[in-house]
Structures are given as C-alpha cells and as structure tokens.
Nanobody, 114 residues
Framework: QVQLVESGGGLVQPGGSLTLSCTAS????????MTWHRQIPGKEREWVAS????????NYADSVKGRFTIFRDNGYNTVYLQMNSLKPEDTAVYYC???????WGQGTQVTVSS
C-alpha cells in the first residue's frame, strides 16, 4: 500500500523540542521533493519546510527558520522535522507531503502549552 505515515507529535512545553517522522511505504522517497505543512482548525494549511532530491537543499517558512530542521534518512525511507524552541503558535496538526507524487499523510497533532 502506498502511503505516508506521520508520528512523533504530542504535548510539549514552550521552549521544548519534538521530532516528527514521516515514513513512506510502497515507494521510496529518496529522490522525491518532500515537504511538511501544518494546519490550525479554521485556517488554511501552511507550508513549513521542504527538502529537495539532493537532500542538501532545504527551505523553510520565515516563521520556523532557525528553529526547525527538515532532513531525511533514506535507509529508513523516512523524512523528519526536528522542531526546537517551540512556541504556542506552533500548535497545529502537522502533515507530511510527497510533492513529487501528490501524496499526503494523515497528520500528527503538536500542542505547545504550559
């Protein structure tokens, strides 16, 4: 079955860290453009970060630049989003996207609250 599965979300205090995982099954992501997005209820889905086929090229939304890092491990067919210095405004459902295939994961909830 071709799918993306996110994991790693949860509740964290402001200033804390989380690492989200996005594991692909049924295909390989090693040469695909992979992105992370997030969505707050009632608002449009927002792009967060991208990693390109080379894996050395990445891009970030201004709101997360310097705090979030996107990277991939081809051996595990997984893309990660490391999130540091989390803020309450980072609270959202985070979605993984394979832009090259137009495939989305089911999302994982991240809540930043004291």
């Amino acid at each position: 079955q071709v799918q993306l599965v996110e994991s790693g979300g949860g509740l964290v205090q402001p200033g804390g860290s989380l690492t989200l995982s996005c594991t692909a099954s049924g295909f390989t992501v090693s040469t695909d453009i992979m992105t992370w997005h997030r969505q707050i209820p009632g608002k449009e889905r927002e792009w967060v970060a991208s990693i390109y086929a080379s894996s050395t090229a990445t891009n970030y939304a201004d709101s997360v630049k310097g705090r979030f890092t996107i990277f991939r491990d081809n051996g595990y067919n997984t893309v990660y989003l490391q999130m540091n210095s989390l803020k309450p405004e980072d609270t959202a459902v985070y979605y993984c996207n394979d832009q090259s295939r137009g495939l989305w994961g089911q999302g994982t909830q991240v809540t930043v609250s004291s």
